[in-house]
């Protein structure tokens, strides 16, 4: 009697096995879009990361290959991000007063760059201050 006991209280039932399958189902699916969704979002990091080095590249080149004078300028760089550059006259809140005679008025850059993803648009801007000068309005450093 003892032995019969044994034996049938030894290992696992059918009913226990499939509790313990759809609990690693569960388990898996929620691992499995955990995953998922961080590598979405390291392939945006990756799609800024790409728009922050070309906005530095732009603004580096700016002056060079790329004329600095008020206005706007725009292009493509690759088939998939397209950047605007707007050069204005600096109007901070504490504006500064220059003299006339100053070869030198400071002008703000706004770089845009553009980039579907998907259904949707993303942006990355950069923002900066440049001397230009009064007679050429090219940069005053190079």
Partial sequence: MRNERRLRQSGFSLLEILVAFAVLALALGVLLRIFGGAARISGVADQYARAAVIAESLLAAADGEIPLQPGETSGDVDETFHWTMSVNPYQGEDPIQFAENLPLVPYQV??????????????????TLRLLSTRTGISGFR
């Fill in 110 to 127: 706004d770089l845009r760059v553009q980039w579907e993803e998907g259904d949707e648009s993303r942006t990355y801007e950069l923002t």
